[in-house]
Every structure is written in structure tokens, then in C-alpha cells.
T-cell receptor, first 114, second 114 residues
Framework: DSGVTQTPKHLITATGQRVTLRCSPR?????VYWYQQSLDQGLQFLIQ???????AKGNILERFSAQQFPDLHSELNLSSLELGDSALYFC?????????????FGPGTRLTVL | DQQVKQNSPSLSVQEGRISILNCDYT??????FLWYKKYPAEGPTFLIS?????DKNEDGRFTVFLNKSAKHLSLHIVPSQPGDSAVYFC?????????????FGTGTLLAVQP
């Protein structure tokens, strides 16, 4: 158990819909990262927040947005969903904002868009 | 453009033997490399890392080798154990533009046969 929690575990929705994925980092961790893993793909870095502020941006679509709240939990919002958005979405956390340091991953949310 | 490549989707090794997982990269600006291990239905867990100023880092049964001239790194597991069976991701980090970025490979599935 990494100490990072993600809800929900599974999400099934239809094209065009909007969903919100939630992540609670490990106690004491200030950085939260979001990743997408599509079928046969590696982990694609989406975005990083550090202590409530956006710190780094990866290959995140404009239809996707994220935020980190004062209690440090984070939400990833996916809108106008397409079939290709079906993937595993991981959240990770770390103590500092140094992206190359060890990150602790949650178990992921599996999103299926029908 | 896949900047971090793991060309072997899978590898099978006998228990007690050495497992060698390979990773190639294209960007000479990468300055830090990491290996993560992932079991089914779990998030990735950090295994070992290496800075670009080193060519070897060892942690118990796990050793990472870095060959900068060949833009190649490898993870050696000696001796391999059935519990090592998992997907292994290599990742590389660099400071690009105003932010740090972490780029993952597509993973290699290691199966250690008893």
C-alpha cells in the first residue's frame, strides 16, 4: 500500500460525458502527478501540482483539467470524452516538487468510454 | 516520438538466473533515470534510479547500468525470483523549457519461471 488513494477504481461512461477522478496523496506529500496509461502504451505524464499550484505540464489535452485543493487532494476532470480516452489513470505523489525523485503511485482508476 | 524505448515487450527467465531489462533513449539532455515495477491491479512502485553522472548504481539484487555514449541503460536482477515477475518501466527525466519532465517507456513484462 503506497498510501496514495484514488477513487473511483472503475468508471464506465459514454462519449461526450464528463468525469472527475479523485486522488489523495500520501500524508505529508505536497506534489501530485497525473498519468495516463493507454493500451500498450507507457505512462504518459499529464500534469503536476505542488502545494496547490500547477508546476509542470505534459501531454494533457485541453479537454482535461486538474486542480489541487488546500487539503492537497487533487482532481482530474475529463470532459467531452472520446473512445480514445479509455485508459488507466494514475495519480502519484512525492514530498518535493523534484519530478525525478521517487513518486508513490496510487492503484489507478480504469476509465472505459463506450 | 518515443524518446524512451523498451524494445522487448516481454522476457522470460528461470529462477536463480540473471534478468536483464534494457532501455534506450534518444534525448541526450536526460539527466536522471529511474526504474519502476508494476504488478497487475497496482500502481507502479519505485525500484532504483541513477544520475547521468554515474554509470552504475546498485541496491541489493538490483543494479542499473548507464551507457551515455550508447544512450542505453539496463536493469540487472540477480538472482531472479518468482516474485520479481511484473512489468518494468524505465523512465527518464530532464529539464525542458521551464519545467522538469518525466518520460516513461512502454514497459517490459518479466516472467520468472520457478
Amino acid at each position: 500500500d503506497s498510501g496514495v488513494t484514488q477513487t473511483p477504481k472503475h468508471l464506465i461512461t459514454a462519449t461526450g460525458q464528463r468525469v472527475t477522478l479523485r486522488c489523495s496523496p500520501r500524508s505529508g506529500d505536497l506534489s501530485v502527478y497525473w498519468y495516463q496509461q493507454s493500451l500498450d502504451q507507457g505512462l504518459q505524464f499529464l500534469i503536476q501540482y505542488y502545494n496547490g499550484e500547477e508546476r509542470a505540464k505534459g501531454n494533457i489535452l485541453e479537454r482535461f483539467s486538474a486542480q489541487q485543493f488546500p487539503d492537497l487532494h487533487s482532481e482530474l476532470n475529463l470532459s467531452s470524452l472520446e473512445l480514445g480516452d479509455s485508459a488507466l489513470y494514475f495519480c502519484a505523489s512525492s514530498v518535493s516538487d523534484s519530478i525525478w525523485l521517487e513518486q508513490f503511485f496510487g492503484p489507478g482508476t480504469r476509465l472505459t468510454v463506450l | 516520438d518515443q524518446q524512451v524505448k523498451q524494445n522487448s515487450p516481454s522476457l522470460s527467465v528461470q529462477e536463480g538466473r540473471i534478468s536483464i531489462l534494457n532501455c534506450d533513449y534518444t534525448n541526450s539532455m536526460f539527466d536522471y533515470f529511474l526504474w519502476y515495477k508494476k504488478y497487475p491491479a497496482e500502481g507502479p512502485t519505485f525500484l532504483i534510479s541513477i544520475s547521468s553522472i554515474k554509470d552504475k548504481n546498485e541496491d541489493g539484487r538490483f543494479t542499473v547500468f548507464l551507457n551515455k555514449s550508447a544512450k542505453h541503460l539496463s536493469l540487472h536482477i540477480v538472482p531472479s525470483q518468482p516474485g520479481d515477475s511484473a512489468v518494468y518501466f524505465c523512465a527518464a527525466s530532464f529539464y525542458g523549457g521551464a519545467t522538469n519532465k518525466l518520460i516513461f517507456g512502454t514497459g517490459t513484462l518479466l516472467a520468472v519461471q520457478p
